[in-house]
């Protein structure tokens, strides 16, 4: 559940940020695209160290 939220937040945060930076539609998908992989890998993490701890 933490991986599809971190991945969500990401989709928003990257396209958000292009959108600052002036960027059209496929730049704001792109990094929209990338964000989302970050943010889902470091949900990724946080899971897996949390069932490790539990």
């Known amino acids: 559940m933490i991986v599809l939220a971190g ?3 990401g ?6 940020t ?6 059209k539609r496929l730049d704001m998908a792109q990094y929209g695209a990338g964000f989302a992989i970050a ?4 949900g990724l993490f946080l899971t897996i160290l949390i069932e490790r701890l539990a």
């Open 7 to 9: 991945a969500v937040l």
């Open 11 to 16: 989709a928003f945060v990257g396209a958000a």
């Open 18 to 23: 292009a959108r600052r930076h002036g960027g």
């Open 39 to 42: 943010f889902a890998l470091l």
